[in-house]
Every structure is written in structure tokens, then in C-alpha cells.
């Protein structure tokens, strides 16, 4: 469905620490380091296929008005993990990075699918609530 997403945050050598070890646990990976400085750029990550990616900036994008904040209203983004495993060390790693748990691993509704899922929640130093989590096929 999505070709990709973007976050904006407001330190982009904090947010590549926190983001290249809580999605390396998964799978994803830093594929592309645009930093025009250590305060600006956009660092790029994805799995294996390279699509969908997630984008992650600092700096001030051209969509944005006076307005416009760093997590004035956060956001929540859901990665797909392949095993328990991967859930359970995204989780660890991002409680280590100063992330906040927002949900330890376990079991979760079916959702949508009818299908079991294990998932883990942690809000992210920027506080957008981060989720890594594996469907029962």
C-alpha cells in the first residue's frame, strides 16, 4: 500500500542510533545517509527488497509552514518483524536507546486479519510510539 514514510525529528545522530538498532532487530536497515550536517539531511532505511522505506529527517521540510513542529502531534508506525524473536530484541534495544516502553512484547488482539499477533510498543525519543510485531499465518 505505501511506497514509503517520513518522520521529521528534532536530532538526527540520536534518531540514527535509536533507529538503525531497534529496526536492525527486525531486519531494516540504513540504506542512504543524506546528512548535510549533523543537525540536517535525511538518513533512508529499509529491508531486504528496499520497498517500502521509511524516511527519517531533520531540518526543516519544504511541505512545512510556521506551524509545523517536531511531534507537536506524534505519530504512530507499525514495522513488520519476521519471528518473535526480532520483536522481543526490538524491543529490548529501544528501552536501551532511552525509548519508553509503550507496551512490553506479547500477545495482542487478532486485528483486522483474524490472525494472532505478538507485538511491542515503544515511544521513540521524539515520543512517537514505535511498534515492531509478527502475524501468525
Known amino acids: 500500500m505505501f511506497d514509503h514514510?517520513?518522520?521529521?525529528?528534532?536530532d538526527l545522530g540520536r534518531a540514527q542510533i535509536f533507529y538503525e538498532a531497534v529496526l536492525g532487530a527486525?531486519?531494516?536497515?540504513?540504506?542512504q545517509d543524506n546528512r548535510s550536517s549533523d543537525h540536517e539531511g535525511w538518513l533512508v532505511f529499509a529491508g531486504a527488497t528496499r520497498s517500502p522505506f521509511f524516511v527519517?529527517?531533520?531540518?526543516?521540510?519544504?511541505?512545512w509552514d510556521r506551524r509545523?513542529?517536531?511531534?507537536?502531534?506524534?505519530i504512530h508506525l507499525?514495522?513488520?518483524?519476521?519471528?518473535?524473536?526480532?520483536?522481543?530484541?526490538?524491543?529490548?534495544?529501544?528501552?536501551?536507546l532511552g525509548g519508553t516502553c509503550n507496551g512490553a512484547p506479547g500477545k495482542r488482539s487478532a486485528g483486522m486479519d483474524g490472525k494472532g499477533y505478538y507485538a511491542a510498543y515503544v515511544v521513540d525519543v521524539d515520543g512517537n510510539n514505535i511498534e515492531a510485531g509478527v502475524r501468525r499465518r
Not at 527486525?26 to 540504506?31: A, F, N
Not at 527519517?56 to 511541505?63: I, K, L, Q, T
Request: no cysteine.
Open 26 to 31: 527486525i531486519g531494516v536497515h540504513l540504506i
Open 78 to 96: 507499525a514495522f513488520a518483524a519476521s519471528n518473535r524473536k526480532a520483536v522481543d530484541e526490538f524491543h529490548r534495544r529501544g528501552l536501551a
Open 5 to 10: 514514510l517520513g518522520i521529521v525529528v528534532a
Open 56 to 63: 527519517v529527517a531533520a531540518g526543516r521540510p519544504s511541505y
Open 68 to 74: 509545523h513542529r517536531v511531534s507537536a502531534s506524534p
